[in-house]
T-cell receptor
Framework: GESVGLHLPTLSVQEGDNSIINCAYSNSASDYFIWYKQESGKGPQFIIDIRSNMDKRQGQRVTVLLNKTVKHLSLQIAATQPGDSAVYFC???????????FGTGTRLKVLA | NAGVTQTPKFQVLKTGQSMTLQCAQDMNHNSMYWYRQDPGMGLRLIYYSASEGTTDKGEVPNGYNVSRLNKREFSLRLESAAPSQTSVYFCASLYHRTVNTGELFFGEGSRLTVL
């Protein structure tokens, strides 16, 4: 099976600094990885994704890095803002089975 | 456009009671999912339906049953509720960006307490 884990349950960063949230996965056959953001009282929302044929993908203020050798991915948020405060999840989609597996989540706190 | 709608939003049950959580999506998505969210445990997949007419077990299926009623609706049933099933339940549907990639759209969650 697949398991996904996040390295830190909570991350506190100063407003304006960059944030890095890490994630590890277990199945080397996994080929599609996704990051979600969950604000308080809401369902998770898609942020950015990356396929295994890429090492890096950039969005607006966010970058996802994938290291297949050590089965690790990270989400980088540039110039962190108060609105970035939320719980962040990494997920793996197993296209053969349609399973969509989430990690345990990291709570990002932005300090003013 | 409502997206994914879950009912009820809140429910309190006594141990041993049964109930059904309803989920409907209006985005014409083929695949639908049920998750539970507990503090420190992230989102755990209970059951999913890759397409109308199929359902499969996820990571934590024990104590639950599902029905894919049609393309729009996917319900989750607790036959005999236990305190360990106290959780927030999320339904989601999958939008395929490509054949092998996709983004989940989530409902707002159903908070269930079992006494």
């Amino acid at each position: 099976g697949e398991s996904v884990g996040l390295h830190l349950p909570t991350l506190s960063v100063q407003e304006g600094d960059n944030s890095i949230i890490n994630c590890a996965y277990s199945n080397s056959a996994s080929d599609y990885f996704i990051w979600y953001k969950q604000e308080s009282g809401k369902g998770p929302q898609f942020i950015i994704d990356i396929r295994s044929n890429m090492d890096k993908r950039q969005g607006q203020r966010v970058t996802v890095l994938l290291n297949k050798t050590v089965k690790h991915l990270s989400l980088q948020i540039a110039a962190t803002q108060p609105g970035d405060s939320a719980v962040y999840f990494c997920a793996v989609f197993l296209s053969g089975t349609y399973k969509y597996i989430f990690g345990t989540g990291t709570r990002l706190k932005v300090l003013a | 456009n409502a997206g994914v709608t879950q009912t009820p939003k809140f429910q309190v049950l006594k141990t041993g009671q049964s109930m059904t959580l309803q989920c409907a999506q209006d985005m014409n998505h083929n695949s639908m999912y049920w998750y539970r969210q507990d503090p420190g445990m992230g989102l755990r997949l209970i059951y999913y339906s890759a397409s109308e007419g199929t359902t499969d077990k996820g990571e934590v299926p024990n104590g639950y049953n599902v029905s894919r009623l049609n393309k729009r609706e996917f319900s989750l049933r607790l036959e005999s509720a236990a305190p360990s099933q106290t959780s927030v339940y999320f339904c989601a549907s999958l939008y395929h960006r490509t054949v092998n990639t996709g983004e989940l759209f989530f409902g707002e969650g159903s908070r269930l307490t079992v006494l």
